[in-house]
């Protein structure tokens, strides 16, 4: 993974960080535009941490969501805007599978 990528990945690059929902909107309006190639390594590790959640909240519940700097709806908000930056313009099965990951972390 190239430098370019991995900023392409990031929410932020200065120190401070943003605040949470401001840096997670910023984000958000930056993958829509991105090229495939950077959506495709943002929705595979979108999908891994989503699936990762699901596999904790099945373990301990709605506890999960203490481990993150939102509350249950911002985790499911922030999820529900990466599927729809990465929809703008881009399909891919990868996309699929994040689509249906999402819709189960929702529904619980």
Not at 30 to 58: F, G, W, Y
Not at 69 to 82: E, I, L, M, S
Request: proline share 5%; with cysteine.
């Amino acid at each position: 993974m190239t430098l370019v990528t991995v900023r392409g990945l990031s929410d932020a690059v200065v120190k401070p960080k943003p605040p949470w929902r401001a840096r997670k909107e910023a984000y958000l309006q930056h993958l829509q535009h991105e090229a495939p190639e950077l959506k495709l390594v943002s929705a595979a590790d979108k999908l891994h941490n989503c699936t990762s959640i699901l596999r904790d909240r099945r373990a301990v519940g709605d506890e999960v969501y203490t481990r993150f700097t939102a509350d249950k709806a911002g985790v499911h908000w922030y999820y529900r805007g990466c599927v729809q930056a990465l929809a703008t313009g881009w399909e891919h099965p990868i996309l699929d599978e994040l689509r249906a990951a999402v819709r189960e972390l929702e529904e619980g």
